[in-house]
């Protein structure tokens, strides 16, 4: 069974927003991130909100990459993590991960900070 899986990916023109899910199963996780990972680059966080559903500094972490463009919020109804990004670039294109992490690592969330990923999903963004 699939704890992480991610949906919504897809292609768009720079300029244009993407909304990425992931669907969370098992249990509930402290923080629930999001990575991105480039061919031939290293995994990079991108976003994180804890698991209390306020949207202080303390409970969302963005990379400094990402921030005034992405956001992150929970759909408790659905029992979904999304990912809203806006004001997309080409250098945006890559695979996105979904991850769930039993501690806080603020902004610089390390790969090795999280229990769970998804599969991946890749987004295309056209120049």
């Known amino acids: 069974q699939e704890l992480l899986k991610e949906f919504g990916g897809g292609s768009v023109q720079a300029g244009g927003s993407l909304s990425l899910s992931c669907s969370v199963s098992g249990r509930n996780y402290y923080f629930m991130v999001w990575f991105r990972q480039a061919t031939g680059k290293e995994r990079e966080f991108v976003a994180a909100i804890d698991s209390s559903g306020r949207s202080g500094p303390r409970n969302l972490h963005f990379a400094d990459s990402v921030k005034g463009r992405f956001t992150i919020s929970r759909d408790r109804s659905r029992d979904m993590i999304v990912l809203q990004m806006d004001r997309l670039k080409p250098e945006d294109t890559t695979v996105y991960y979904c991850?769930?992490?039993?501690?806080?690592?603020?902004?610089?969330?390390?790969?090795?900070?999280?229990?769970?990923w998804g599969k991946g999903i890749l987004v295309t963004v056209s120049s």
């Open positions: 991850a769930a992490s039993a501690l806080d690592y603020g902004d610089k969330w390390p790969v090795t900070g999280v229990e769970y």
